[in-house]
């Protein structure tokens, strides 16, 4: 995972629609990158209230975080949606229907990473 790139958005869904009907269409989303190939996985979080912190954080109750293997992959995704071809303009259509319009985005490249199963975490210095 070192040197992936995450693509975040942080939303909040529209008024009345409910988890349950948003959720089918961020994975419908987010499954269609991963069948051109362009990423490899993706989480889909609900943000959970920690008392006394989070108050310079912007307003969102979700989290959408869709992994590509590295920068030239979350790059080459980008300019396929920026096409607006289908049928990616009508996934994002059908999401993005049911976010409200305050929702942001943002890409991070991991530098470190670590799982349970290894000795020691990955570490990319970069000189």
């Known amino acids: 995972m070192r ?3 995450i693509f975040n958005g942080v939303f909040e869904l529209r008024e009345g629609v409910s ?3 948003f959720l089918p269409t ?3 989303f987010y ?3 991963i069948e051109l190939g362009f990423a490899s996985g993706y989480r889909i979080l609900r943000r959970e209230a ?3 912190f989070g108050r310079t954080l912007p307003a969102f109750t979700y ?3 869709l992994i590509y293997p ?3 992959s979350e790059h080459t ?3 396929y949606v920026k096409q607006d071809g289908e049928p990616v303009s009508s996934l994002r259509h059908a999401m993005n229907s049911k976010v409200k319009r305050s929702a942001d985005f943002f890409v991070e490249t991991c530098i470190v990473c670590y799982r349970a199963a290894r000795s020691a975490p990955e570490l990319m210095v970069r000189g």
Request: aromatic content about 8%.
């Open 3 to 5: 040197g992936s790139a």
């Open 19 to 21: 988890e349950e009907e």
């Open 26 to 28: 961020l994975v419908a």
């Open 31 to 33: 499954e269609h990158f």
């Open 50 to 52: 920690l008392e006394g």
């Open 63 to 65: 989290r959408g975080v």
């Open 70 to 72: 590295d920068m030239e």
């Open 77 to 79: 995704a980008y300019a």
